[in-house]
């Protein structure tokens, strides 16, 4: 039988993947803690003055940290799979990005695919209340801290308009002159995303 490659962070299904992995962490610790919570204040009497209360509320700690997380990937969402299949359709020899989830002191941006080529970082909100231009403002911010500034962001939330683009793109692409972005440099612009993503 062959093994379940693991989902990682801008892989299609990323988001659902992780939600459901940090509420199932977070109700295996919180039940841990309370069993031995409860396991102490049986055995002794009924007493929560015992050394497996302060073991039982250190492991409390972890289990609200993971909670923390599970009600994060809750809030977001990730990319639909009739999305994926417009974007692949539009643009198949691109290597596809899916599930962002960037957040900022002021709001939080969901962008369901980003797509690199050449100079060009573009991506798409399937959320009704991203702002687009400020969530360019603020993955440019941090492109620049990590010294790529030529690099031009544009994120779209009209579905007809993205893949039109991707399209363009596509048809545009030629990989003899492509000399904008080694693998490295895609690497790097994309590792930059993926860091400051939820």
Known sequence: MKKREKIRKGDFGYIAYTRKTAILQAVILYGLSLSILLAGYFYNGRSIRNILTIVAVLGFLPASKSMVSAIMFLKAKGCSAVLRARIIESGENFHHYYDFYFTSYERNYQISHMMLMNQLLIGF???????????????????????LKDIEVKIFRDPDEYCERIAELHYQYDPQNDTANSPDREANIINVMKAISL
Not at 125 to 134: G, I, L, R, T
Request: charged share 35%; with cysteine.
């Open 125 to 147: 909100s399937e959320a009704n209340q991203c702002d687009c231009q400020e969530c360019e403002k603020h993955l440019k911010t941090y492109l620049k801290q990590q010294d």
